[in-house]
């Protein structure tokens, strides 16, 4: 298995900060990273694919960056809406594809 | 604009066979693979397995072949069995199209359907 670290487990940052989420890979897996936010009691939602891509219709304040074992989520100015726990995930071995066990942002 | 919807039962009883079912719509699922995901209560995710329209499958060894994923392309739904269920299956389970091959992704979710097993 690839198993995927997220560092922190949580965090607590005020509206307009920028914070960073890092994820590290046990074995290399290119750029095949996936982030995801989720919100309680809601589905997660695709925020960034193949490490540093910005999916439709998500701000640009969401960015990622990394490749081999070591990826970065960032938000460059947290607003209220984006308070959720966000995981990485890998597809690199696409016969068991598996998630970090997430990253719980709360408002300070 | 591609909708999942999971349906089936939220109450299972331990050693007997969860049957849940993901309606697609908005979109043929043909030329897709579609994704099983759980996530236990206050826990993360846990990818179950997937399916290619063409009936193909992938499935997460650590459920120890009890997981079995089928597709009805007449209805465009898939569905998942996981038998000899214990409480440990207890989670919310989504359904999700995946665009497959390394650089795939998970879009979109269903809203997920809360399972629990108990007697």
């Known amino acids: 298995d690839i198993q995927m670290t997220q560092s922190p487990a949580s965090l607590s940052a005020s509206v307009g900060d920028r914070v960073t989420i890092t994820c590290r890979a046990s074995q290399y897996i290119s750029s095949y990273l996936n982030w995801y936010q989720q919100k309680p009691g809601r589905a997660p939602k695709l925020l960034i694919y193949?490490?540093?891509s910005l999916q439709s219709g998500v701000p640009s304040r969401f960015s990622g960056s990394g490749s081999g074992t070591d990826f970065t989520l960032t938000i460059s100015s947290l607003q209220p809406e984006d308070f959720a726990t966000y995981y990485c995930?890998?597809?690199?071995?696409?016969?068991?594809?598996?998630f970090g066990q997430g990253t719980r942002l709360e408002i300070k | 604009q591609v909708q999942l919807q999971e349906s089936g039962p939220g109450l299972v009883k331990p050693s007997e066979t969860l049957s849940l079912t993901c309606i697609v719509s908005g979109a043929s699922i043909s030329n897709y693979y579609w994704s099983w995901i759980r996530q236990p209560p206050g826990k993360g995710l846990e990818w179950i397995g997937y399916?290619?329209?063409?009936?193909?499958?992938n499935t997460n060894p650590s459920l120890k072949s009890r997981a079995t994923i089928s597709v009805d392309t007449s209805k465009n739904q898939f569905s998942l069995k996981l038998t000899s269920v214990t409480a440990a299956d207890t989670a919310v389970y989504y359904c999700?199209?995946?665009?497959?091959?390394?650089?795939?992704?998970?879009?979109?979710w269903g809203q997920g359907i809360l399972v629990t097993v108990s007697s």
């Open positions: 999700a199209r995946h665009s497959g091959g390394l650089a795939s992704q998970f879009d979109p």
């Open positions: 193949a490490a540093s």
């Open positions: 995930q890998q597809t690199y071995n696409t016969l068991l594809i598996t």
């Open positions: 399916i290619y329209y063409s009936g193909s499958t």
